[in-house]
């Protein structure tokens, strides 16, 4: 049993079945080739190649952690947590294994090169040994490189698995505290008890708005391998974007980021159960609405941690990706629009929660 507190909903919790009035946009926002998406119509899909992402991400972590207590796991019935994009903490985990790699290439041809220039100076040879030594150096240089490559997956899952569990060991502790800081600093979340989203800014500063005011785009970014497409959620009242975080990222598919959206808003949405996605499922027992809601259809508690991935991707998954494509997604209907223009901005600052960004 996963000893997490069962939810109970705030009052300032975002359902669909009770928006209240909303006031219009003091500006509009007008991206050419940005798609504005409804609020409050489902389509009850999800995204599948996330669904295939975590599916194992669940399994393995449910091994060293069968309670999901780990603060670590940043998905749950009340919060999902996510950072937003750091260009300096990307750099940093790519740097380790970058520069361990090239000291595996590289140490072994540059330390025969040392030797060898030593023992030259050193020592007088007759040329035809001197020719034979850079033969045999260049030799073992080669070999070693070649050996460096063949080693170089195991040596580094080894280095960022238990080698710098074992070299980090003294630090442990510190390392931990001021991971845990840069991590606080910027971890954005939406909360599903009390409706509120919020996205990190770096430097202890955070934005923070009810789920209602953001308005959600499908963004077409253009790289040199095609069109893709991404998630950008806008906040209506300060046009704040914000497009480029982990919680989801550039998508081949429209439909994928389409699902994304479905899916988010029925997180936030109290009146609808969890999304029937691997990272939620170690939790839906501690939803209401999603126990009342399994018990009924009789949903097994450990789908997706039982799954044959490989049988799903055949079967449920081409299913599910179909679907994506076949939705009629234009045909949804905003159920936020009717509500907006029904008060004016001051009415509504009055009815925001104290600790949501100033409008």
């Not at 939803?287 to 009789?298: F, H, K």
């Amino acid at each position: 049993m996963i000893c997490n507190n069962v939810s109970s909903f705030a009052v300032t919790s975002f359902s669909v079945r009770s928006i209240g009035p909303l006031p219009e946009s003091p500006s509009k926002r007008e991206v050419f080739n940005d798609e504005l998406q409804p609020i409050g119509s489902y389509a009850t899909i999800n995204p599948y190649y996330r669904i295939v992402q975590d599916i194992e991400a669940v399994k393995n972590h449910e091994r060293e952690d069968p309670e999901f207590k780990d603060k670590d796991w940043w998905w749950d019935h009340q919060r999902i947590r996510f950072l937003n994009e750091k260009m300096g903490l990307k750099v940093l985990l790519l740097l380790l294994p970058f520069s361990w790699i090239l000291f595996l290439w590289l140490s072994g041809p540059l330390a025969i090169s040392w030797f060898l220039g030593n023992l030259m100076e050193t020592s007088s040879m007759p040329e035809p040994l001197v020719i034979l030594l850079l033969i045999v150096g260049l030799g073992l240089s080669l070999g070693w490189i070649v050996l460096a490559i063949w080693l170089g997956p195991f040596a580094t899952n080894w280095l960022m698995g238990p080698g710098m569990g074992f070299l980090m060991k003294p630090f442990e502790k510190a390392i931990n505290r001021k991971l845990d800081q840069s991590f606080e600093d910027g971890c954005s979340e939406f909360n599903r008890t009390t409706g509120q989203v919020r996205f990190a800014l770096g430097r202890k500063r955070f934005f923070e708005a009810p789920f209602v005011e953001f308005d959600a785009y499908v963004e077409r970014v253009v790289q040199s391998g095609g069109i893709f497409y991404r998630l950008a959620l806008v906040h209506r009242y300060t046009q704040k974007t914000f497009n480029q975080t982990w919680l989801s990222g550039i998508e081949a598919t429209k439909n994928e980021v389409l699902a994304w959206w479905d899916m988010l808003q029925r997180y936030m949405d109290t009146s609808q159960p969890l999304p029937d996605v691997p990272r939620l499922e170690p939790f839906r027992h501690l939803d209401p609405v999603t126990l009342e809601y399994d018990r009924v259809e009789g949903r097994d508690p450990r789908y997706w941690r039982d799954l044959d991935l490989t049988a799903w991707e055949q079967d449920e998954g081409a299913r599910l990706l179909q679907k994506q494509r076949e939705y009629p997604w234009a045909q949804r209907q905003c159920r936020l629009t009717p509500q907006l223009g029904k008060v004016s901005m001051a009415e509504y600052r009055e009815m925001r929660p104290s600790a949501a960004w100033p409008i």
